[in-house]
């Protein structure tokens, strides 16, 4: 059955993806972004800019999160979620 047309709906929130976000990583997640610098070529420096390791904070654009952690978040599953609590922040605009 097709949607109905009639009634138009508001978005909830509407977020630009090129928006600063902010994760704070498990073990997972540093492996994961460990394994997307070798798969680049590239050795995982340990000042990346956007990575506060004191913190386990990546700062990242949300694309860029999308880019390197999408296949790893789902619902369900193993609990070996790249972020703590599964939480994304962003800054403020």
Do not use: C, Q
């Not at 654009?61 to 962003?90: C, K, Q, R, V």
Request: proline share 11%.
């Amino acid at each position: 059955m097709p949607m109905a047309t009639t009634a138009k709906r508001k978005p909830k929130a509407t977020i630009n993806i090129n928006r600063v976000a902010i994760v704070r990583l498990t073990d997972h997640g540093r492996r994961v972004l460990e394994a997307h610098y070798r798969k680049l070529g590239l050795s995982v420096p340990v000042d990346v800019p956007g990575i506060f390791p004191a913190h386990d904070l990546y700062r990242a654009p949300l694309w860029d999160l999308m880019n390197i952690f999408g296949p790893h978040l789902y619902m369900g599953g193993p609990l070996s979620h790249p972020f703590e609590a599964n939480e994304i922040t962003f800054l403020p605009e």
